[in-house]
């Protein structure tokens, strides 16, 4: 038998613990659904689809105005462990956010095993740099922007949010918001767990892409407010992670809140996101529209 490697969890428990399509089986009918309402949605709004914000194949957005120059914007950041999924089959949270005002992009970057983790977070940074560049010709409010992400896409999301966009000549208040989905903020059990074999993570790329470990430098007059939320029915690691970095975050003296999700799951957690109604989705507007947690 192995030993402890994470939070009590041997090798096997810390694998059930990560392994979210195991855990839930009808994953699979998530994901069809995902693209064909996201289909659906393309065909049908008025989209300026597979923008590319770089030269790499996979460095492309696509964007769905909402009819005024000065709406802000959810930038969506795609889920899948860092190894799978697409832009494409997000379109679906579009219109909601669109009849609220609020324009959305969904952006594509470049995926395991073919990239590390750092260059995803340096592709993601490029992509909001880009639409930040571009804000006037797309239509929308470039002091606006709210970076939203599921899963891994939460984890790229939430480095957004402690990203020095001074590095990049950019404000450094650039974001007005973030919001992250079942995320991930410490990348260690990551490491540990049976994903090494494809994401191969080496101990400075989990320094350096940890959210929770790039918090000492942020200050509340420049850090942007972050929502957090996660499924009620999602492992206990999810959980705890989330609880953990809120916890960083305000002890630097930062604007964050959570939502725990009664009866979600994973794969449901993100559907929530896109609900009128719902006090995620509703949450996320007012973040877009205010710049603060309601």
């Known amino acids: 038998m192995g030993g402890t490697l994470w939070r009590g969890y041997d090798k096997a428990a810390l694998d059930r613990q990560i392994n979210l399509r195991a855990r839930t089986p009808e994953h699979v009918e998530f994901f069809a659904r995902w693209a064909e309402d996201s289909r659906r949605v393309r065909a049908a709004a008025d989209g300026r689809l597979d923008l590319p914000y770089g030269d790499q194949p996979m460095q492309t957005l696509d964007f769905f105005p909402a009819g005024k120059p000065d709406a802000p914007l959810i930038a969506f950041v795609h889920g899948g462990y860092w190894q799978s999924l697409d832009k494409g ?12 005002g609020v324009a959305y992009a969904s952006i594509n970057y470049s995926l395991a095993p073919g990239a590390t983790i ?9 992509a909001i740099a880009w639409l930040y560049e571009n804000a006037e010709d797309l239509g929308f409010d470039r002091e606006g922007i ?6 891994a896409g939460g984890h790229l999301a939430a480095m957004a949010a402690v990203c020095d966009w001074s590095r990049r000549d950019l404000p450094h208040d650039l974001l007005r918001g973030v919001c992250a989905v ?11 767990s049976y994903q090494q ?17 790039r918090l000492a430098a942020l200050s509340p007059e420049l850090a942007p407010a972050i929502l957090l939320a996660v499924g009620e029915e999602e492992p206990e690691e999810f959980i705890e992670q989330q609880g953990e970095f809120l916890a960083a975050w305000r002890g630097q003296g930062l604007a964050g809140a959570e939502l725990t999700l009664p009866g979600r799951h994973h794969f449901s957690a993100i559907d929530a996101l896109g609900e009128k109604g719902h006090a995620l989705h509703e949450a996320l507007c007012y973040l ?3 710049g603060a947690i309601s």
């Open 146 to 151: 709210v970076v939203a992400g599921h899963s």
């Open 288 to 290: 877009a529209q205010n």
């Open 197 to 213: 074999e494809t994401l191969k993570l080496d101990a400075a790329a989990v320094g350096a892409c940890s959210p929770q470990q």
């Open 118 to 126: 750092p260059q995803m977070v340096d592709e993601i940074e490029q």
């Open 89 to 100: 089959d997000f379109s679906y949270l579009a219109p909601p956010f669109i009849e609220a």
């Open 182 to 192: 079942s995320g991930i903020y410490q990348l260690e059990p990551i490491r540990l």
